[in-house]
Structures are given as C-alpha cells and as structure tokens.
C-alpha cells in the first residue's frame, strides 16, 4: 500500500515511541522490512564491491577492537590525528580535494569510491586520466586535480567483498546513492560499484547495509553503535542515524559517554537526527554537576564542550553569576594560557555562557578593566546589562520569556543561593542605599519550618552587608512567621553604626509600606532584624489571599544609612 508525503530519505514515523527500536515494523510505520533481498541476486540489480585497506597505524578494528567507550575515543580521535598527518591537509579542506583514479584489474566496468574516515570519494574506472568525484560533486561537473594525498595504495588492498545490491532500496536511505544511481552520468549507468573503506569500518559499513534493507540493527554495543553513526554520516543514512541516537539514547548515561557524544565530529553534531542524543548529554552533565561548587575540581578538568553544557543550565545552583564569571574566568586560564587564544574562546564560546545582567554592579566594573575580555566585547556586555537592571520588573520578564527555548539565555535568571537584589546608592546628603530584594510565593514556601534565603551582597561606606529571609518561631506565641534581618559580611573588628528601614508592598495599594525601624552598631558576622516582620502567622503570610504577594511576587525593600 502506498503511503503518501513520506519523507524518502527519513521517514521517521518508524522512529515512532509506540514501539520498541528493535521492531521493524509498527504503528506508523511506513517502510517494509527488505532484509530478505540483502545480498540476495535475485532481488539485486547491481553489485557493491567492498575494497578493504589496512588501518593506519594504532588504529583498532572499530568497537570490536574498544573494551570501553574511552578505548573507542582514544582510538577515534588518534585516527583522526593521523589521517591529518598522513594527508598533510586540513580535513576541513578535503571536502573540495578531488583524486586520481588507481586502475584495478577487474574494474574495467565498475566505479570505484574511496572512503578516508571523512569523505566518499568517487572514481570512474576507465582510464588513468579519469578524475574522481566526491559526495558532493556527483551530478555536477568536475575539475582535475594534481592532489593525491587521497590516494590509497592499490596494490594495500587487504581482502574484497562482494555484496549484491537493489539500488531503489539504497536511493530511498540515501541521497548520497540516489544522486549516485540517479544523475544521469556514467557511473550512474554501471553495475558494479566499489567502495574503499580501512579494515576498521567494515562491520559499521556492513551492518549499515542491513539496516537499509531491514530497517534495524543487530548490535546494540555501544562502541559498535558509535561506528554505524559515523557511517550512516557518511552515507547520509538520516534513518539509521535517528536509530543509533535513539539506541545510544536509551543505554546509561556516563560522563565519559557524555562528553564522548558531544565530541562528535561536527558533521554529525549538527545533524538533526543526532540533536536528541546530544540533548540528553548536555543534560546529563548540567544535571551531574548543578551543583558546582561540590565538584570545582571535576568541572575545571572538563573539556569545552562539558562547560558549555553546564553552565548553559538555568537550574545551575551557585551563590550567584559573579561565581559564574569567576569560574569560567578561572577555566580560560587554566585551558588557554596564551592571551590571544583565551580573548577569543570567550568572545566565542564562554562569554555567551555569562548572565552579565544577572552580575552585581560591583563585578560588572571589575569586567571592563578585565584583560582577557577584547575591550569592545566588555564595554557591550557590561552596558547591556545595566540596562536591563534598569528595566521594569515586567519588562526584564519579557525580555525573559522572548529568549524561550535559546540555547543562551543571558536574561533568564538562575537558581541562585544568593537572591538578586537591585541598588540605589547616594552619597549625598549623607551616605544612603535603597536595597530591593524580590521573593517568589514558591521561594517563601520552601522556607517553611526553618529555612533561610540571603540575598547578594551589596556595599555601603565600603562594608559589604546582605539580607537574609526566614521561616522562623515567633517567640511570645509560638507559631511560624515571616522574618526579615540584615546582616554585615566582613568579620573583624571593625564597627559601623546604620540607621536601618524594612518595607514591603501590599495590597490594595501595591505601594511601599514601613514595616520596621531601627538602628545598630555592626560588628563583623552580626546580624539584626524582625522575626515576625508582618505581625501575623506563617499560614496568614501564606495565604492565597495574602495581601502581601502581588501576582505571586513578594516585593521587599531595606533602606541603609550610616549614622553620623
């Protein structure tokens, strides 16, 4: 039965999660399983032969040859180091080499394709002038080419398969073969076709195969999975691709498995099919290590690509995005110790991972006179900030709600220990600030029977102070309450006399009222306040219909002035 507007290089209804990735077949499915005709002449109009040339040096035979995903890693990326090598090329660069046909003696009639690790190439078997065609060129007119660093010795080759081949089947897994069979040149008009691969990438290729027929796989090893995805790239199989994801996806996570995925080379990183696998590993890591102050050690050895992942996270759990700051700075240097290099992987990677809105004032000033920020970048960076301190609440929520899913949030605050607080300071008539510090309904929950939430710190006369917030026991009646006090960091002997004022919005006016006065002469780590800063009972305070939370936001304000 024909199924219409299907997708013929993905159809991912068979991809479909109401059946399990070893069916070939279920609800939704729109391909039928063909692997009965795999490598079967009767239902075959071409033959495929299979070239297979030694690894390079200290190369593995693939998952078969990895006791581990970090064998398989080690293995893949000294591979690629020594094609590198071997090339004397940038492989970024070989995507537009072209190569010499190397006459074999029965391919008179048959084209020949070499594949490196990173590219198909195409040969036409005819004559020693023949040039070869990449993935990207079938179908389009090709240019000579004195380069061979793609060259294969011929005479290497270590043993030849032959398998039979139904080209409708491959052309509908694959635009690389239905450009190949369907473009109208030669080699499109031959039976056989030879591939050239390292012994290393046999099996992936062969069980590629099968999965082009039958639609699943039989392996379900983790290095072997790696290997089918690297070949399904190549082969721009986006089916099988989706397939090994899903499987790779479903098997426990490590960190090694993690960063291992977002190692990937950049091809299949950005293939779509991949993009569920690469999720779960960024999350996986984001989640191992929401709390970083536990694991400093652990996340400063990570790779770029793990710290991206990390503090790309709005559930981060640090004192505040100062520390963030502090610890990407501190990850630069460690990583790139040469200036030039740093300045660049902030402006391009790491800078983006910084909520600068979200820094105090105090550290923002410290970014502009920073050295491992280009100047330019700093001076953008610090000035967007303020103004969205300048915002209205309502208008830094939007601007919030307008990042929705990006993968950089700067305007999205995090999960914060210390609550962000907005300042005003004068130093005129007398030295004065105005703190404002802002509760959600959930983060005062939480605070109940005898929890405690501060604020950042913020700075008067040069003494830093915080507030801090508390669910707490009111002492003459003994039930729970809200509390509010203000406390000086600097421990010491140093003493510093403040006229202090709490204040809080409330319904029906929504304007700023005082709630209590005082005045003390701090000592460093002291700390004053109001246990029962309402007057009233936890559950009051808590109430759907306290007057205190306007549209869930409860609005707090703490006016310091320094004695005279």
């Not at 970024?92 to 072209?98: A, K, N, T, V, Y």
């Not at 990449?134 to 090709?142: K, L, R, Y």
């Not at 082969?235 to 426990?252: G, I």
């Not at 029977?449 to 009111?474: E, I, K, T, W």
Request: glycine share 6%; hydrophobic share 40%.
């Amino acid at each position: 039965m024909r199924v219409p507007n299907v997708d013929l290089f993905d159809p991912r209804t068979i991809m479909d999660s109401d059946f399990s990735p070893g069916e070939t077949s279920g609800p939704g499915s729109v391909d039928s399983d063909f692997g009965f005709a795999f490598n079967d002449s009767n239902f075959s109009d071409r033959v495929l032969r299979i070239e297979i040339m030694p690894d390079l040096p200290e190369t593995k035979a693939g998952g078969d040859g990895c006791s581990s995903i970090a064998d398989w890693a080690r293995n893949r990326k000294r591979r690629r180091e020594d094609i590198k090598k071997e090339n004397g090329a940038d492989v970024i660069g070989q995507r537009e080499e072209q190569t010499l046909n190397c006459n074999m003696p029965d391919t008179e009639d048959g084209v020949t394709y070499e594949n490196q690790d990173e590219e198909v190439v195409a040969m036409i078997e005819e004559s020693p002038t023949d040039v070869g065609l990449t993935s990207n060129q079938i179908g389009n007119d090709a240019t000579p080419s004195n380069d061979s660093s793609w060259n294969m010795d011929c005479s290497s080759v270590l043993r030849v398969k032959t398998i039979h081949i139904s080209s409708p089947i491959l052309a509908a897994k694959s635009p690389f073969f239905y450009k190949l069979f369907s473009n109208g040149m030669r080699e499109s008009e031959q039976r056989h076709v030879t591939l050239r691969i390292h012994a290393s990438e046999e099996t992936a290729l062969m069980d590629l195969l099968s999965f082009m027929y039958s639609n699943t796989l039989s392996t379900t090893i983790p290095t072997a999975l790696l290997d089918v995805l690297m070949a399904a790239d190549k082969f721009e199989v986006a089916s099988c691709m989706r397939y090994c994801s899903r499987l790779l996806r479903n098997l426990p996570m490590t960190c090694e498995s993690a960063l291992l995925y977002l190692d990937l080379p950049s091809s299949v990183l950005l293939a779509e099919a991949v993009q569920p696998l690469t999720d779960a590993a960024k999350q996986f890591l984001a989640d191992r290590y929401k709390d970083v102050t536990k694991f400093q050690e652990e996340v400063l050895n990570l790779p770029l690509a793990g710290i991206e992942a990390v503090f790309s996270s709005d559930d981060l759990q640090v004192a505040s995005e100062d520390a963030v700051y502090d610890f990407v700075l501190k990850w630069a240097r460690t990583h790139h110790p040469k200036l030039e290099e740093r300045r660049d992987v902030l402006a391009t990677r790491l800078g983006r991972l910084i909520r600068f809105p979200y820094m105090t004032c105090r550290k923002l000033k410290k970014v502009l006179t920073c050295n491992d920020f280009d100047p330019e970048l700093a001076s953008k960076v610090v000035l967007e900030a303020l103004f969205f301190k300048a915002e209205t609440p309502y208008r830094q929520r939007a601007l919030a709600a307008e990042e929705g899913n990006a993968p950089y949030r700067r305007f999205v605050e995090r999960a914060y220990k210390y609550r962000p607080v907005k300042v005003v300071e004068f130093e005129m008539p007398r030295q004065q600030c105005v703190v404002y510090l802002d509760l959600k309904r959930e983060e005062c929950a939480h605070l109940f029977p005898a929890g405690r939430v501060y604020s950042q710190a913020f700075h008067l006369g040069g003494q830093g102070f915080f507030l801090s917030a508390h669910c707490n026991m009111d002492q003459q009646s003994s039930f729970h309450c809200f509390g509010l006090f203000l406390g000086m960091q600097e421990k010491g002997s140093v003493t510093f006399a403040v006229d202090y004022e709490f204040a809080a919005r409330s319904k029906p006016a929504e304007d700023y009222v005082s709630k209590y006065k005082g005045n003390y002469t701090f000592t460093g780590g002291k700390a004053v306040g109001y246990r029962n800063l309402f007057g009233i009972p936890w559950t009051a305070f808590m109430a759907d219909d306290s007057i205190y939370f306007i549209n869930g936001i409860l609005h707090l304000r703490a006016e310091l002035t320094i004695r005279q």
